[in-house]
């Protein structure tokens, strides 16, 4: 990889994909990339000088990029075969990498913290990010979302060796990475598209930890039904929330303002941890985070500031807007067990106010394999807006739509409405206390403007009150 100067992302706009581009920018390298949608994330690429074309035409390759002997082609498995541009660097003979053998290169020059698993790596993974980047220990990182705290998904380092990653299951991608600490959040079926069963995917969790360097880590959140060969050396943990094991929290006290608990660790416990982002799905990601910390060498007192300054990642339970009336919150659940994790902590934080949710399923084949799920875990709402599936990289598949899930639910409240539509809905909506936006499809472009709407709906009610 020494020999080559520029690198062409196809399908840069990923947010994996933009935090490499964004490391081989300000390593000095010549950036450019293709990416089907106009996003945030694209138009900030734009803003760091990073050439981005939206159009999959050969001839919107810039001309400092048509060099086989100068540019490295680094591809997402979301770019389908047929994609023109792929085509033509495969026809010349590029040189062409999976993002995860670019990542896996990256671990195998350095301490690999690598986090895995179907739902919760994102945040354990900034969270772990966070607590080594404010210690003396420090850290490099390419993360799944965009910390709050530092407005990136990449994180650089001229000290330490550690660098955390986000070890994606989609695709395999993760048996690329060589780790020299692991850890596996949860192995629920998902990606059923490749895997086909959850047994194979289940064994695909148990080869990457298999991967992990001898003498290094592997932490297993307890209960986890997989069985990894592993190397010699290899030390293992297990974590849970409050379910005992190597690392646990205990004595977890909520309210609406904060969550604290107490930290237990093979040999000692810290007291009176706060959390700073008062959720309580947080909590067993915290464990897993502070674990991968206390063994790479943070320090108590570290842990305790890093947790307490930690202030979440984007689209990962933010609240966008709150008064005294209304409260909206934006998450980026797509799998059944993250929307039931998430409806129960919203739960437990407003006890006595309405929730209301608004889901768009992610990918048809997601919805047809858990469509039970699905109905199941969205039941547990007081009133459900489902709208349009996002595809990303499918095709229709019939039989499958929004009727479907509803069809199945017990909830009574429940709807569809088109995604055109989810504005004026909320415009004439006249009961909302909690609203949820869950998803990971584009309803995240419609934030702002829901956002918007609710304070409208706030000054509104204060002109009502003057009369």
Same mark, same amino acid.
């Given at each position: 990889?020494?020999?080559?100067?520029?690198?062409?992302?196809?399908?840069?706009?990923?947010?994996?994909?933009?935090?490499?581009?964004?490391?081989?920018?300000?390593?000095?390298?010549?950036?450019?990339?293709?990416?089907?949608m106009h996003t945030m994330l694209t138009k900030t690429l734009e803003t760091e000088g990073i050439y981005v074309t939206y159009e999959e035409a050969v001839t919107e390759i810039p001309q400092e990029y048509l060099d086989k002997n100068k540019t490295l082609v680094v591809l997402t498995p979301a770019i389908p075969n047929e994609h023109a541009q792929l085509r033509f660097f495969q026809e010349k003979g590029y040189r062409i990498m999976k993002r995860a053998e670019i990542l896996g290169s990256i671990t195998r020059q350095s301490k690999g913290i690598c986090i895995s698993g179907t739902h919760?790596?994102?945040?354990?993974?900034?969270?772990?990010?966070?607590?080594?980047?404010?210690?003396?220990?420090?850290?490099?990182?390419?993360?799944?979302?965009?910390?709050?705290?530092?407005?990136?998904?990449?994180?650089?380092?001229?000290?330490?060796?550690?660098?955390?990653?986000?070890?994606?299951?989609?695709?395999?991608?993760?048996?690329?990475?060589?780790?020299?600490?692991?850890?596996?959040?949860? !192995?629920?079926?998902?990606?059923?598209?490749?895997?086909?069963?959850?047994?194979?995917?289940?064994?695909?969790?148990?080869?990457?930890?298999?991967?992990?360097?001898?003498?290094?880590?592997?932490?297993?959140?307890?209960?986890?039904?997989?069985?990894?060969?592993?190397?010699?050396?290899?030390?293992?943990?297990?974590?849970?929330?409050? +379910?005992?094991?190597?690392?646990? !929290?205990?004595?977890?006290?909520?309210?609406?303002?904060?969550?604290?608990?107490?930290?237990?660790?093979?040999?000692?416990?810290?007291?009176?941890?706060?959390?700073?982002?008062?959720?309580?799905?947080?909590? +067993?990601?915290?464990?897993?985070?502070?674990?991968?910390?206390?063994?790479?060498?943070?320090?108590?007192?570290?842990?305790?500031?890093?947790?307490?300054?930690?202030?979440?990642?984007?689209?990962?339970?933010?609240?966008?807007?709150?008064?005294?009336?209304?409260?909206?919150?934006?998450?980026?659940?797509?799998?059944?067990?993250?929307?039931? !994790?998430?409806?129960?902590?919203?739960?437990?934080?407003?006890?006595?106010?309405?929730?209301?949710?608004?889901?768009?399923?992610?990918?048809?084949?997601?919805?047809?394999?858990?469509?039970?799920?699905?109905?199941?875990?969205?039941?547990?709402?007081?009133?459900?807006?489902?709208?349009?599936?996002?595809?990303? &990289?499918?095709?229709?598949?019939?039989?499958?739509?929004? +009727?479907?899930?509803?069809?199945?639910?017990?909830?009574?409240? &429940?709807?569809?409405?088109?995604?055109?539509?989810?504005?004026?809905?909320?415009?004439?909506?006249?009961?909302?206390?909690?609203?949820?936006?869950?998803?990971?499809?584009?309803?995240?472009?419609?934030?702002?403007?829901? &956002?918007?709407?609710?304070?409208?709906?706030?000054?509104?009610?204060?002109?009502?009150?003057?009369?």
């Amino acid at each position: 990889m020494n020999k080559f100067t520029h690198f062409y992302f196809l399908g840069i706009g990923g947010i994996g994909m933009s935090a490499i581009a964004r490391y081989y920018k300000t390593q000095g390298f010549e950036v450019a990339g293709y990416d089907r949608m106009h996003t945030m994330l694209t138009k900030t690429l734009e803003t760091e000088g990073i050439y981005v074309t939206y159009e999959e035409a050969v001839t919107e390759i810039p001309q400092e990029y048509l060099d086989k002997n100068k540019t490295l082609v680094v591809l997402t498995p979301a770019i389908p075969n047929e994609h023109a541009q792929l085509r033509f660097f495969q026809e010349k003979g590029y040189r062409i990498m999976k993002r995860a053998e670019i990542l896996g290169s990256i671990t195998r020059q350095s301490k690999g913290i690598c986090i895995s698993g179907t739902h919760g790596k994102t945040t354990t993974s900034t969270i772990t990010a966070h607590l080594f980047k404010q210690s003396h220990v420090d850290c490099n990182a390419f993360l799944g979302g965009i910390s709050n705290n530092y407005k990136s998904n990449l994180l650089l380092s001229k000290e330490s060796n550690f660098v955390v990653i986000e070890a994606d299951e989609y695709d395999r991608s993760f048996h690329h990475l060589t780790p020299y600490m692991a850890v596996i959040t949860s !192995a629920d079926a998902d990606h059923l598209d490749i895997y086909e069963t959850h047994q194979a995917m289940k064994e695909s969790f148990a080869y990457f930890a298999s991967l992990v360097q001898p003498g290094g880590i592997l932490i297993i959140r307890k209960g986890i039904d997989i069985k990894p060969e592993l190397q010699k050396g290899v030390k293992l943990f297990t974590y849970s929330m409050d +379910e005992g094991g190597d690392f646990h !929290a205990e004595n977890i006290r909520i309210s609406p303002t904060e969550i604290k608990f107490d930290f237990v660790t093979p040999t000692d416990t810290i007291a009176d941890v706060r959390l700073g982002v008062p959720v309580k799905i947080n909590v +067993e990601n915290s464990v897993a985070a502070m674990a991968l910390a206390w063994l790479g060498g943070v320090t108590s007192e570290e842990l305790r500031t890093g947790l307490s300054s930690f202030s979440g990642v984007y689209r990962r339970f933010n609240v966008i807007y709150q008064d005294d009336n209304i409260v909206y919150i934006d998450d980026y659940a797509h799998h059944p067990k993250e929307l039931s !994790a998430g409806i129960e902590s919203i739960r437990e934080m407003y006890p006595d106010k309405k929730i209301t949710g608004i889901f768009q399923p992610h990918l048809y084949t997601r919805t047809r394999d858990f469509v039970d799920e699905f109905a199941e875990s969205l039941s547990a709402l007081d009133e459900l807006i489902l709208t349009d599936i996002y595809p990303a &990289r499918e095709l229709p598949i019939e039989g499958i739509n929004p +009727e479907l899930v509803l069809s199945k639910m017990t909830l009574q409240n &429940r709807m569809y409405c088109p995604k055109k539509s989810l504005l004026e809905l909320i415009e004439q909506k006249d009961d909302i206390e909690v609203l949820v936006t869950f998803g990971a499809g584009d309803i995240e472009a419609l934030v702002p403007q829901i &956002r918007d709407i609710l304070k409208a709906k706030k000054k509104d009610n204060n002109t009502d009150e003057m009369i």
